[in-house]
């Protein structure tokens, strides 16, 4: 009976992958403290959790302990589940004299779901053990006990980590002792791999578009102003929306007055799409500004809904600075701003990149 137990669980399979930064780092991050105190090493952990074998199982829950006394966790701990529908959560790291340890909830386990990853981050290098606290399950090491090697998390090659610890020097080379811990949470979650939103106008002919079709009987003639998202990062932005933040007139030696859009108002997707979207590394997407027709005058704006007070906007002769900004669910925002003029005839339609929006970071 105990073989027939033994035969019927759920093998959940794990893999550790550490990015260690040097064993002293103190010669490309001067002053660099956390609450007080020098950090000289990082490591950058990566912990994966993938379906094996067995029956499939509804939830579990999952521990990650660090049975090494003193370990100091740095920056932010990072849960990512396989897809928008399966979802993994984990609570705050609790740090003890002999070791630490966080819980982490996950979703289903199943030969058609894919791995759930941890990342964090570490002042030294712990001993990690895993456990699962699911019925009839247990966790495995990758190739361990005989087993094969999971092959499915990419080794990390040596310019990569090159250009790692190059990233992280860089950033923390900029914080002075005085700085706050929030900017090194930053550096690590660019370190670590994280989304990293981009939008901008770069005056291509997707930011500019224009589309003939049929309405009916009648035909349908406009020119599209777009903007183009990206993802820099290497992991993917979740729940991805953009939205029109400001919307000021531009008169004569660039002085902006305020339009009648107070409030922000979510953009477009091109096809005229409001949903959210997830964006991988290396996929493009483009947003609509606004468009106009050749055969009627007026601005029409990209947004779902227009208010009572937006009703003199379509009627406006001159150029408009659009205040653009891309969101998503595990990445910081990102913002361009953009001067399209308009003078009531579609042959006056231009566009260019304005100055950068205040507040942002080259």
Known sequence: MNTWYANRSTIVEYTISRTALGADQTAVIPDFRVGGTSLQSLYIYSVKLQYRSGPELESARVGIGLLTPNVRLVGKTVPEGPNQVFHINCEPFESQFKSSGT?????????????????????????????????????????????????????????????????????????????????????????????????????????????????????????????????????????????????????????????????????????????????????????????????????????????ANHAALPAYSGTYRFQVTVTADNADPAVCEVDVTYKQDWHTLRATAARKAPGTRA
């Open 103 to 307: 819980t982490c909830s996950v979703g289903r386990f199943s030969p058609h779901v894919g791995a759930y990853t941890v990342s964090f981050a570490t002042d030294t290098e712990p001993r990690i053990d895993i456990s699962i606290d699911a019925k009839n399950a247990q966790v495995r090491q990758a190739g361990a006990a005989g087993e094969t090697p999971d092959r499915g998390l990419p080794i990390l090659s040596t310019v990569f980590v090159a250009l790692l610890a190059t990233v992280v020097g860089y950033y923390f080379g900029r914080l002075s002792p005085s700085r706050d811990v929030a900017e090194i949470s930053e550096a690590l979650n660019i370190a670590a791999g994280q989304p990293k939103l981009s939008v901008d106008y770069d005056g291509t002919e997707g930011n500019r578009v224009d589309a003939h079709y049929r309405k009916g009987e009648a035909d349908v003639d406009e020119i599209y102003i777009r903007v183009r998202v990206r993802n820099l990062g290497y992991r993917t932005a979740k729940d991805s929306r953009v939205f029109l933040t400001a919307l000021r007139e531009v008169h004569d030696a660039g002085v902006t007055a305020p339009s009648p859009v107070y409030d922000s108002m979510q953009l477009a997707w091109a096809g005229w799409s409001f949903e959210p979207r997830d964006i991988p590394r290396g996929v493009t997407f483009y947003a609509d500004l606004m468009r106009v027709s050749k055969h009627t005058p007026g601005w029409l704006l990209s947004v779902k809904e227009k208010l």
